[in-house]
């Protein structure tokens, strides 16, 4: 079961990556907040292609690295921690982009977050951890 979760885990983080670089990317743009832009110094589609890359990398990594998954789930979750702060913005500022173009939608995200998080530190947490 927990194999079957970190696919499909990967998977999403791979379909998400390769939205952020290609469909999607000028409509991520939008979710990224100015301070953002400001504290890493660089634009916002910058941060838009990086976090694809690294949605892309995270993924795979989740697939290639099995003697290091609990270290990679903790890794995704972090990155599900690191970008909250955009979801944030997008729900405050009421932008639309891709897949989120309602206020509700927007908002239900947020919530997502934690779901998401627990399921990759479930799906990547070794049996010998748990125990």
């Not at 979710?31 to 660089?42: E, G, I, N, S």
């Not at 990679?72 to 500022?93: C, D, E, K, S, Y």
Request: no cysteine.
């Amino acid at each position: 079961m927990k194999a079957v979760a970190r696919w499909l885990l990967a998977a999403l983080l791979v379909a998400a990556g390769v939205s952020h670089l290609t469909w999607g990317r000028r409509g991520y743009r939008i979710t990224v907040p100015d301070w953002a832009t400001k504290a890493l110094r660089t634009d916002k589609d910058m941060i838009v292609v990086a976090s694809g890359a690294v949605e892309i990398m995270l993924g795979a990594a989740l697939v290639v690295l099995p003697a290091d998954r609990t270290r990679v789930g903790a890794i995704v979750a972090a990155f599900f921690v690191a970008v909250l702060p955009g979801n944030v913005h997008q729900w405050r500022t009421g932008r639309s982009a891709p897949l989120m173009r309602t206020d509700r939608s927007r908002f239900v995200r947020l919530f997502l977050q934690v779901p998401l998080i627990a399921w990759t530190l479930w799906s990547t947490r070794s049996d010998e951890v748990a125990r």
